[in-house]
Nanobody, 114 residues
């Protein structure tokens, strides 16, 4: 069973940057899409960015132009580069691998202060 561990979260001022990492303990098939999601208190978990095996990406409108998702299949890693962070980006960020079942990481807290 693949286990996912996110890292790289923390406290940052508005306008700053963070790079989140998602490490998989097992093999992530090239065909498996990987997504970054976030959930703030009182809100639904929402898709932030999505990357397919072929490298095509999708971003939510709220982060488009500021965030970049990437993956390294050989290292079983995924990343989310977050630039020009805003207070409304504050949330717990999760990575997920979409296969026969969705595998979720434990989440990493991102807090953006004004």
């Amino acid at each position: 069973q693949v286990q996912l561990v996110e890292s790289g979260g923390g406290l940052v001022q508005a306008g700053g940057s963070l790079r989140l990492s998602c490490a998989a303990s097992g093999r992530i098939a090239d065909i498996n899409p990987i997504g970054w999601y976030r959930q703030a208190p009182g809100n639904q978990r929402e898709l932030v960015a999505h990357i397919r095996g072929g490298g095509s990406t999708h971003y939510s409108d709220s982060v488009k132009g500021r965030f970049t998702i990437s993956r390294d299949n050989d290292k079983n890693m995924a990343y989310l580069q977050m630039n020009n962070l805003k207070p409304e980006d504050t949330a717990v960020y999760y990575c997920a691998v979409h296969g026969g079942r969705v595998i979720w990481g434990q989440g990493t807290q991102v807090t953006v202060s004004s």
